[in-house]
């Protein structure tokens, strides 16, 4: 035996003195490890820890502790890892699965008060255990990190806690002071009883922690709080379930997530499906954050929430920071308890607030939001039993009405949300805030659908039309479509229709949507239409919503009497696509000078309003009384899409300041390629027609118009495209006929044209400050002061190139002449014009001149124009056709124009010899006849020809001079 022994060792030192063989053995430890039980590595958790804290490790290491109770207090280390081994995981976990063992300890006093310390200790896994409170004293923390412990997860546990004591040293999860905390995972655990079951707090002005994940976990029956994280940037509380119980604190918080940074640093946290019954206590959740920065946006989002506290509750949500999405939550409150309640501190920028269900059963207030930078909120459903629903900005609304329609400043918010009581599944004893019948099926609850959350509280799909507002999906109800109705449109009031009002239609259609084209057939009577809106997240842009009247003949009237600004609308389009209305009768009948009819707001294009009548205030000269009032809210670029391709036809507009106003921003791009054609305008205070959208076309239309200081059509700042045909009278003092102030053509290959337009005003045609590229052809306008004045008074364009041709502009009073040129440089070819005037006849580069003649020596344009009496068939009333010795005149021929082929009537207009102005009178005109003279047959050359002629008509006018005498 002791020869092998010796022969071995021989062998063993002779192949070590070659090669060596074997290498180092790893000095930390590596592998899976068991705790207690029959076979066990180690007898305790304190012995398996001791070791890790020595030895370090060199792989991933497990140790699976046996069923039973372990009575004893670890302190887990920053130990030391080998190389590759950084990140390698320490995991604690019960042996046999479903069965965890009992890990506990009785400390004596505060500073030995845990079970488990992780001191600088990371990437460590607590997995399926149970953590007792074994002390009776009032100290029973189970897990504390200290020193900057992290990478941390606890899942699959059981934590319970003290009952009765209110004390942070009763905390289960405690953060102590020292140290950044990052990656924390807190997942599927129970903790039940205890002080905060998470009692994690930052220290002032830093954070503490990054990267805190809080998901899945039970809090039950904790005395101040569930989860408590406070200096966390980047929290996530997801799908917890939390509840208070009679032993709780009256200022119990179950979620709170907050840092108490003093700078406008972000911090990002996300707190959704989280269900939450306060049964004592104060909130539901609460969120505090200065933090401003708009990337990522913090979530409050899809929680159930009932405070039923009706002594101490305060809120359902709290919201004391900005950068906040609240989307998709049921709340309710009981007592006085606010159900959504957001901190008056208006350094709060970017809130949110969209689709959720906020329930004041016990007469609380369903909202309380002041008027912070970038607030805004929509399509949610406030509902109380009390006196006060929405405070605002400080200021309390009883209903919502007066919230959504007496605050001008929250224009922009809660457009389309609703007041509507909600029917839970259960709300005595534990809560249970799913929605019930009729809730289910309500279309007041529906709104839009967001693509952030395309799953209800739990994981069921959402409609793909409208969603139900609040956690909870309800029943699918499907959008509108002339295709599921048995006529293939909708009935709107008298007999047994599908809508009893104009109201209730614009309600279900805004609430349900559409899925194909919507048709609504109005029928006769007088409607108090209110203030409705229309939205494009309504409908498919592809499909046609259309409001008419279901008899021609007979048509709806629709109504609305606004006394404030908010609600100084019958209808608002916004942001819509493809919206009709045809064959209705508005009527405003509002007091203060709240006229406004049809109101377009947002990105509204491809809009047709025809055949519709417009009546407005008398008198009222503000733009709160424009019977049509569009503006386009932001500037636009060449590629943008504003509101674009609207289209107003033959409707008659009476009263009011404007009848249709195009604003925007000022000297900018404003909305494209809209048409205003064929439409009566009478009497608008202000202007018929005021634009300053791009590529307007304003064709055909009838202007007249009694008051003083009016404008026929007032075009400012804008592209315009077309003014052509239309009939502009403004006989009364300082009115205008057309104005242009800083009105421009496209471009200098695609100029405005202005053409065909037949004008009585005290001043004809006026284009000033900086406007420029227009063709003015084929106009008629008859003034008392000047007919055609252009001054554009240009310094940004080098050419501002004015074409004026074939105009017949005539000035009837002595102070104003026929055409007014203040700059040479801003015309290009102006001839054969018709040019009369009482006083003088042109005004040209600062120089009046009573003749034409004298003019055309001076300025070289006008070679062909003529001076020439014209006789229109009725002056009186304002008709400019050609009547007597005009129609037939060949001395009022002009030139063919390609641009201009057919008059103001649509008749068409001679090829070869068109008359000048606005009509092609009744008798064509024939150009004179070439004469040729023969001398012996031989043809005399034309420069002796035109000697001889006027030799002979010199003797010839001698002769009868002689005769005469």
């Not at 003290?162 to 004390?167: E, I, M």
């Not at 900005?393 to 605050?407: A, H, L, Q, V």
């Not at 699918?476 to 479509?481: A, E, K």
């Amino acid at each position: 035996m002791i020869r092998r022994i010796l022969l071995l060792t021989g062998l063993i030192i002779l192949l070590h003195g070659k090669q060596p063989l074997i290498a180092a053995v790893p000095t930390g430890l590596s592998g899976t490890y068991v705790i207690g039980g029959p076979s066990a590595d180690y007898s305790s958790i304190g012995l398996a820890v001791s070791l890790l804290n020595s030895q370090g490790i060199s792989g991933n290491v497990t140790f699976r502790i046996f069923p039973g109770l372990y009575d004893e207090q670890v302190t887990i280390n920053d130990f030391a890892r080998d190389a590759g081994a950084e990140t390698a995981t320490v995991t604690f976990k019960t042996d046999v699965a479903g069965n965890p063992p009992t890990w506990q300890y009785s400390a004596a006093g505060s500073t030995s008060n845990w079970i488990v310390n992780l001191n600088g200790a990371h990437h460590i896994i607590f997995d399926e255990l149970t953590f007792p409170a074994e002390s009776p004293a009032p100290y029973a923390r189970h897990i504390i990190f200290d020193n900057g412990a992290h990478d941390i997860t606890i899942r699959d546990s059981t934590f319970e806690g003290h009952l009765g004591n209110d004390s942070t040293h009763n905390s289960m999860l405690y953060r102590a002071a020292v140290g950044e905390h990052n990656n924390i995972t807190i997942e599927n655990n129970t903790f039940t009883y205890g002080h905060r079951a998470i009692d994690w707090r930052g220290p002032g002005g830093g954070y503490n922690s990054k990267n805190m994940s809080v998901i899945g976990n039970h809090f039950g029956g904790q005395e101040y709080a569930g989860a408590f994280l406070d200096g966390i940037e980047s929290a996530t509380v997801s799908n917890n379930s939390a509840n208070s119980a009679a032993w709780s604190n009256d200022l119990y918080l179950a979620i709170y997530v907050a840092h108490s940074l003093s700078d406008n640093d972000p911090t990002h946290y996300i707190v959704t499906n989280n269900t939450i019954d306060v049964a004592i206590g104060r909130a539901g959740i609460w969120v505090n954050s200065s933090g401003l920065s708009d990337d990522p946006q913090n979530r409050i989002a899809t929680n159930l929430i009932s405070v039923r506290d009706s002594t101490n509750g305060l809120y359902g949500i709290y919201n004391g920071g900005g950068n906040v999405g609240i989307y998709h939550n049921t709340v309710r409150t009981m007592g006085n308890a606010t159900a959504m309640y957001n901190s008056t501190n208006f350094d709060y920028q970017d809130i949110d607030i969209r689709n959720n269900i906020f329930a004041a059963d016990g007469g609380g207030k369903a909202l309380v939001v002041g008027d912070y930078p970038g607030y805004s909120a929509d399509h949610n459903n406030y509902y109380t039993t009390g006196a006060i629903l929405v405070r605002a900005d400080g200021i309390d609304y009883s209903t919502i009405n007066d919230y959504k329609y007496s605050r001008p400043a929250f224009a922009p918010h809660d457009s389309f949300s609703v007041f509507a009581p909600t029917t839970f599944v259960d709300i005595a004893g534990t809560p249970d805030l799913h929605l019930a019948a009729p809730s289910t099926d309500d279309v007041a609850l529906l709104a839009p659908k967001m693509d952030d959350y395309l799953v209800d509280f739990d994981g069921d799909p959402r409609s793909v039309y409208q969603v139900f507002k609040g956690a909870d999906e309800g029943n699918t109800i499907l959008p509108l479509d002339d295709a599921d109705t048995v006529d293939g449109y909708y009935t709107v009031g008298g007999n047994t229709p599908d809508y009893g009002t104009p109201r209730g239609a614009i309600f279900a259609l805004n609430q349900r949507g559409v899925k194909g084209d919507v048709t609504f057939r109005i029928r006769a009577g007088t409607y108090d239409f209110g203030v409705q809106q229309l939205q494009h997240t309504h409908f498919g842009g592809t499909y046609t919503v259309t409001l008419r009247a279901a008899n021609m003949n007979n048509r709806p009237i629709l109504t609305h009497t606004a006394t404030s600004a908010r609600e100084n609308y019958l209808l608002k389009l916004n942001g819509t696509t493809n919206v009709r209305l045809r064959g209705l009768q508005f009527e405003a009948t509002g007091t203060g000078g709240f006229g406004r009819i049809l109101h377009l707001d947002g990105w509204t294009s491809n809009t047709l309003v025809d055949l519709s009548t417009f009546t407005g205030i008398t008198g009222e000269t503000t733009t709160t009384a424009a019977l049509i009032y569009a503006y386009q809210p932001e500037q636009l670029t060449i590629d943008d899409d504003g509101q674009e391709d609207n289209e107003f036809a033959e409707n008659e507009f009476i009263d009011g300041s404007y009848g249709i106003y195009h604003g925007g921003i000022e000297f900018s791009r404003n909305g494209d390629d809209n048409i205003i054609r064929d439409s009566q305008f009478t009497d608008q205070a202000v202007a018929a027609i005021f634009t300053d959208f791009y590529g307007a076309i304003i064709n055909g239309n009838d202007i007249r118009n009694v008051h003083s200081d009016v404008y026929g059509i007032y075009l400012h700042a804008g592209k315009v495209a077309q003014l052509m045909g239309n009939t502009i009278v403004a006989r009364a003092a300082n009115s205008i006929g057309v104005y242009g102030f800083s009105a421009d053509g496209s471009s200098f290959a695609n100029p405005a044209l202005m053409a065909n337009n037949s004008i009585v005003a005290r001043q004809g045609v006026r284009f000033e400050s900086q406007s420029s590229l227009w063709n003015i052809y084929h106009n008629t306008i008859y003034s008392q002061q000047d007919a055609l004045y252009i001054n554009p008074d240009d310094s940004e364009f080098s050419d501002v190139e004015f074409n004026i041709l074939n105009n017949i502009l005539h000035s009837a009073g002595s102070g104003g002449v026929a055409l007014s040129i203040e700059d040479p440089t801003s015309v290009d070819a102006v001839d054969h014009n018709n040019l009369l005037g009482s006083g003088a006849l042109v005004h040209y580069n600062g120089t009046n001149y009573a003749s034409l003649a004298n003019y055309q020596a001076a300025s070289g344009l006008d070679a062909n124009s003529v001076n020439k009496a014209v006789t229109y068939a009725d002056l009186p009333n304002s008709d400019l056709h050609l009547a007597g010795g005009s129609d037939g005149d060949v001395d009022l021929g002009g030139i063919a124009l390609v641009e201009v082929s057919a008059d103001i009537d649509g008749d068409q207009r001679s090829t070869s010899l068109p008359y000048m102005g606005a009509d092609e009178a009744t008798t064509p005109l024939t150009p004179p006849t070439a004469v040729t003279i023969h001398a012996h047959s031989a043809e005399i050359a034309q420069p002796s020809l035109i000697w001889l002629v006027t030799i002979l008509l010199f003797f010839s006018t001698i002769a009868i001079h002689s005769k005469e005498k």
